[in-house]
């Protein structure tokens, strides 16, 4: 359709008339004539011109000029082509543009709904019943999460300050916290690094096994932990299948840290993949391609092309298997064997110092779990709107 449409009638009538005409999802509607050029703005505007000369045999010549535009072009670029009034009685048309230019969603319901939406998208409760949804929301999470968080810097510091510096001295408290800091140190890197290839590769490419492949990610999200410890045990314990082979090369994997490294990696490896591969199918492939036949090798286009477009989301997934990887239990407890001082971690702290009835010392080590929670909590945060501002970009 072209930008503008105009059509020039000339009409002979007697006395002067109004005429109306209407279809969809066109609309065109003619002013009443009169002595001077008029204007009708409306959402079909029609320009009216009559002569004022005299009239021939009792007939007066009458000229209607239509100028119409339909309700789904609402491009700025025919609103100043076509020239339309800008007057008081166009307020229902230009309204409804710039509430669109303003990005002001529309709403959600008509009148009575009890639904009003926020120029972010989000909608205000206003009738009884939403608020007691909402209400019976914030009550659970706060008996489930809130309160039981917070409960643990209070008993941390119940006794004071004192005590709670005294655990953080304790030799056995400093050994858990550098075995966990070592296990997330390098669990996280070989984690980030195969689940990169994985990602490019299943996006990238189509193979036999791809659906069976994408299915195994997921094992360790629907796998108790607990039942991973024991795998690993089968297979790497002194009566396991390669129990051989390591008394060979006299490699222990059970009860050290290996073994921890391990079940660690087991249990973390869906985070990077899962996060990576979204972004990976999101983004255009003709940009890769196009930096190859500009003579770039497979190195420069991860550098220069794929890496900077999956960069958000290769950090949420990095933060999100570092906290999975320090927040570990099950399988590290099972292959580990909380040995005090060499193969336990924060986590194994914590049980063992509660079951020693060493309450503070226990709740000084979660808090110490809770710090590193809260500060995965910001960094999520802040990846999270740097992914939704870049993807308002596009």
Not at 181 to 210: C, E, S, Y
Not at 368 to 388: G, H, M, N, P, Q
Request: charged share 15%; aromatic share 10%; with cysteine.
């Amino acid at each position: 359709m072209a930008g503008q449409l105009g059509a020039s009638l000339a009409v002979r009538s007697a006395p002067p008339f109004t005429c109306h005409s209407s279809f969809n999802p066109l609309s065109i509607s003619a002013c009443r004539p009169s002595s001077s050029a008029s204007a009708c703005t409306r959402p079909l505007n029609c320009a009216v011109s009559s002569s004022s000369s005299a009239v021939t045999s009792g007939f007066r010549p009458q000229r209607f000029s239509f100028e119409f535009r339909s309700s789904f072009l609402t491009d700025g670029a025919l609103r100043r082509h076509s020239g339309f009034s800008s007057g008081a009685n166009s307020s229902s048309y230009d309204g409804r543009m710039s509430r669109r230019k303003a990005g002001v969603p529309r709403a959600a319901g008509g009148a009575g709904t009890g639904i009003r939406k926020t120029a972010s998208g989000g909608i205000v409760p206003t009738k009884p019943g939403q608020f007691l949804l909402i209400g019976l929301g914030v009550a659970y999470m706060s008996l489930i999460v809130i309160i039981p968080f917070l409960n643990v810097f209070v008993q941390a510091f119940s006794f004071g300050l004192r005590p709670f510096i005294n655990n953080l001295l304790d030799p056995a408290f400093q050994s858990a916290v550098r075995m966990t800091l070592t296990v997330a140190g390098i669990v996280v890197p070989i984690n980030t690094l195969f689940g990169l290839i994985i990602a490019i590769w299943v996006t990238r490419h189509d193979f036999p096994g791809k659906a069976l492949l994408l299915s195994a990610l997921d094992l360790p999200f629907s796998i108790s932990p607990v039942v991973v410890g024991l795998m690993l045990m089968i297979l790497y314990g002194r009566q396991g299948v390669f129990a051989p082979l390591l008394r060979a090369w006299n490699i222990d994997i059970v009860f050290a840290l290996p073994g921890m490294i391990l079940a660690t990696c087991f249990v973390t490896l869906p985070f990077v993949v899962r996060e990576v591969i979204p972004v990976m199918q999101e983004m255009d492939p003709y940009e890769e391609e196009a930096a190859r036949t500009m003579g770039a090798n497979d190195w420069e286009v991860f550098w220069q092309v794929t890496l900077p477009n999956i960069r958000l989301g290769l950090l949420y997934g990095v933060t999100l298997c570092n906290a999975r990887a320090m927040g570990e239990f099950g399988a590290v407890s099972v292959i580990s064997g909380n040995i005090i001082g060499k193969t336990q971690t924060l986590t194994l702290f914590v049980e063992a110092a509660y079951k020693e009835y060493n309450t503070q010392g226990a709740f000084s080590a979660a808090l110490l779990l809770s710090v590193f929670a809260l500060i995965t909590l910001v960094i999520k945060t802040k990846l999270e709107d740097e992914r939704s501002k870049q993807l308002s970009v596009r």
